[in-house]
Every structure is written in C-alpha cells, then in structure tokens.
C-alpha cells in the first residue's frame, strides 16, 4: 500500500539495454538544422533555479531549455542516473503527462558507432542500425524510458548572467513508462558520475570543471549548478567518494550519532540523491532510529496518530503544530560521521526539521523512512529531505562529496538572473 503512494523517485539506473524489438523504430522530424555553438568559454558555473519541495509536492525540477528557438522543459534533477532525457514527439508510441508539448527533435542524430552511444550499451551490444543509437533507461521505482540519442542546443546560463548555448547530446524518450513515484514532468536531468551526463559533456569541452551542486531550500525551490566557482573549497566539508560503488554519489559513513550520541551504528555506506525526497534507512539502522525517537517522545506533549497515507509515523499536539519550531524541541538531532582525513571526521548534521515533516493535517511526521519495505534493500539514501538548506557539492574531478549550511534562497556572489 505505502508502495504507491510514497512522493519519492529513486531514479537509480538500473541497467541500459535496448530492445531489439523496439529499435526499428523510426524518427522523423521536421525541425531543420542550424548553425554552430556560440558560446563563450569563461571561468565560471551553469546555473538553473529548480522548483518544487519535499513536501507537499514531493519532488524539485529544473527548468532547461532546449532546442532552436529554445524551448523550456521542466527536468528532474537525478543524481542517481547518467543520461538526460526530454518525452518526444518522434512520434510518440507512450508519453506521460507533461508540463510542455513534447519534444520536437533536431535529426542531428548520433550514429550507434559514437562513443557515447557505447557509454550506454554494454560491450557486446550490435547496432541494429548504424546511423541511430537507441537506449533504454530503468530506474529503481521501476519507471522506464525509451527512445533515440540525438543532439541538439541548450542554452544554459552562467553564474555571470551570461547565456550559452551549445549542443550536447541527450535522449529523446518516445515510449515512457511511470514508476511507482511517477511526476508529471518532461524528462529527467542526468547528474550522475557517468561520463554520458551533460555534466561531463560541458567538462570536455573545458566549458566547466565536473562538478555538480545543488542548494535545496526549506522553504521551495533554491538552485542546481555545474562548475566550482559558487564555493570556496576551504569552507565545504568534505568526504571522498566510495570507489567500489561508481555509480552512484556514495560515501562511507563512519558513525550515526542522535543528539550527539553514538547509537552502535558503524561504517555504513550512503547514498546522496536528490532523485528522492525523503531519507531512506535500511530495515536495522531505521529500527534504531524510530525507537530512539519513540523513546524520546515518551513523557512529552505528543501523541501518536495515523493520519497521513505516505508517513506512517506521526505525531499531534495538544494544539494543531503550524511549524517545525512548535515541535523541533522534543526531537534530537542526527549526525552522520564521515571521514574525511587521517584521524579527521567530516560531520553532516541532520536537525529535526531535516527529518521531519509538518502535515496537512497539522501533525508532525518522521521524514525518513524504512528503504527495506520499498526494495532499497541495504541501501541508505539521504534524499532532499536532509539536504534542504545546504549546499551539497558532488565533485567527480576530486571524487568527493561536500556540503555547507547555505541560505538557499538566494545566490551566493552573482548577477544571475533569475533569482
Ligand atoms: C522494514 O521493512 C521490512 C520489509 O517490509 C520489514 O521486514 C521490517 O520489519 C521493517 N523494519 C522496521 C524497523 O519497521
């Protein structure tokens, strides 16, 4: 029951196969060809303002616009995968419902032999038609996209209030299916640590560094870059990157701490994903958290009750609670240890109002949530929830994952405009 109705997308690719089945599929399109990039190469970042929040949307998007004339898309931002992908109009065998027309493509198609069409196909892959390269993209909540890699402008601002545009390569999804945490949007924005992400392509062309970041903020919205010019690097916690697990942005915590104190709970991998929004723990480590919770909350003016569909913890007060405020006092705070050096440990602070939520229905909510009763098995993901009002910074040149308390709601040091 709570399967599908949990506001989560857990965009982890899964595999990349094509079937052959739908490979002879042809695209057509009546969008002609048009001249070369021009943009500038400058020291600076891409920066796009995203929208949404954890709750009661449960998701963030960013707006990219693509195409010429540029068109605007509302993207999913997903750290779990690699390829960006906009729902087109090739035609269309399955779309979903989405913000914007679908996707007129260029026919600046990418042939099955380009290099990046095999960073998508495992080794023993045969083009079934040399001239286009299909792909197919699963994620974890079992949502799936189907379609053709071709190329075509996006237009992309800089940190400097400068815009861009210059052609990269993305997938045109002609047959989608919605998994169980499905939003209505036109596609998905591919940060993952891939070398076919839009990321790594701008890197390349020594547009930017590879670096991608994002400042999520508690009260909607905030913004997502790329580059490493929005920071100084002395003033981020930092933590390597897991080597043994390349495909996504994980990191080896060395300690789970509430209020400060240790909980038993050592050297656990974590999952940084914006592609969810809520905080997932493994079956153990949730177990201890929720009775430490429980525990703390025995003797205090709360009382338990079942009101909301996707939270199935949750709490009243004597009065309805409007805000985290009325309620932070009666929650400790998480902390997840990491290492960060020799004999050094970074700290991720997790305050209540990064674990719970407010209701609709003016009750007080755990926001982290059991992974194993939704097939994460061991995994452990800090979703949006815990990354509100920082900067997390993913940076695969040093391969290592940093973060930094920010007000989200405004850029830091630029005439960006659009903030
Ligand atoms: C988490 O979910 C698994 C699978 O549904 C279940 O067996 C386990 O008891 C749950 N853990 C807790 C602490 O609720």
Not at 65 to 93: M, N, R
Not at 193 to 202: D, F
Not at 367 to 375: P, S, V
């Amino acid at each position: 029951m709570m399967y599908d109705q949990v506001f989560v997308l857990f965009l982890f690719c899964l595999l990349f196969t094509t079937s052959s089945a739908e490979s002879n599929h042809k695209w057509r399109s009546s969008v002609t060809m048009f001249n070369n990039n021009d943009y500038q190469e400058t020291k600076s970042s891409i920066i796009f303002p995203l929208f949404g929040d954890v709750y009661p949307n449960g998701f963030f998007f960013a707006e990219v616009s693509i195409g010429q004339p540029p068109k605007p898309y509302f993207l999913d931002p997903d750290t779990g995968s690699d390829l960006t992908w906009v729902q087109c109009d090739a035609p269309c065998v399955h779309c979903t419902k989405a913000p914007h027309p679908y996707y007129r493509p260029s026919n600046d198609l990418v042939p099955c032999k380009d290099p990046l069409c095999s960073l998508l196909h495992s080794d023993d892959y045969k083009c079934d038609d040399p001239d286009q390269c299909d792909y197919e993209v699963e994620y974890a909540d079992g949502g799936s996209s189907l379609g053709v890699v071709v190329k075509d402008v996006l237009s992309l601002y800089l940190s400097t209030g400068i815009q861009i545009r210059t052609r990269l390569t993305l997938g045109c999804g002609y047959d989608q299916l919605p998994g169980a945490s499905y939003h209505p949007l036109d596609g998905v924005l591919g940060l993952g640590r891939g070398r076919s992400s839009i990321v790594s392509q701008l890197h390349n062309r020594a547009v930017i560094q590879n670096v991608i970041g994002h400042c999520l903020s508690a009260r909607g919205g905030g913004y997502l870059f790329f580059g490493d010019d929005l920071y100084a690097a002395s003033q981020i916690t930092w933590t390597s990157m897991s080597s043994n697990d390349i495909n996504h942005y994980s990191a080896v915590a060395v300690e789970f701490l509430f209020g400060g104190k240790g909980t038993g709970i050592k050297n656990f991998h974590v999952v940084f994903d914006s592609g969810s929004s809520y905080t997932y723990l493994n079956s153990q480590t949730y177990g201890i958290l929720l009775s430490l919770v429980m525990k703390e909350i025995e003797g205090k003016p709360l009382q338990e009750v079942n009101d909301d569909q996707t939270l199935p913890f949750c709490w009243k007060g004597e009065e309805p609670i409007r805000g985290i405020s009325d309620v932070s006092k009666y929650f400790k705070p998480l902390t997840l240890s990491f290492a960060s050096g020799w004999r050094t440990e970074s700290q991720f602070q997790i305050p209540p109002e990064s674990y719970l939520i407010i209701s609709s229905k003016g009750s007080v909510c755990m926001g982290i949530l059991n992974g194993t009763a939704i097939g994460l098995q061991n995994l452990n993901l800090i979703g949006d929830i815990s990354m509100q009002d920082k900067m997390v910074i993913y940076d695969n040149q040093k391969k290592q994952i940093g973060w930094v308390s920010a007000n989200c709601d405004r850029l830091p040091n630029s005439n960006a405009l659009f903030l």
